[in-house]
């Protein structure tokens, strides 16, 4: 119970998993876990996993925080998670689809004010019976 969060430290490349991205984005959802990615290569360029690991952070409400091999860029990404984890808010809504089916429900967050930033997942998983 309570808020979850996991930070992944990765250079962003896979190396043989065993699961697929989006069954990893769905273990997450499913257990309501942010996910932040720090990624810690030196990366000159565009690498292998950088969509991928863009893609997990964000459908987990999480993000990216690129800190190369910075010591102090690293320092300050744990700085930035802990703040943001210690100033999120929790709101709750009632569905018109009540059906208890499992299935993934695609959510929206916005503010009215442009001036306010929102880091929301895309959705959930309904409630099996």
Known sequence: SGRKALILLTDGGDYGSDETLANAIQAAQQADVIVYVI?????????????????????????????????????????????????QYMIGYVPTNTAMDGKYRKLEVKAKNQQHRIQARKGYYAPKP
């Open 39 to 87: 990624m810690i290569a030196d990366r000159a360029n565009f690498m292998p996993g950088d969509s991928e690991m863009h893609k997990l952070a964000g459908e987990t409400g999480g993000r990216v925080i690129d800190v190369g091999s910075n010591e102090q860029k690293l320092r300050a990404a744990f700085d930035q998670i802990g703040t943001e984890l210690r100033s």
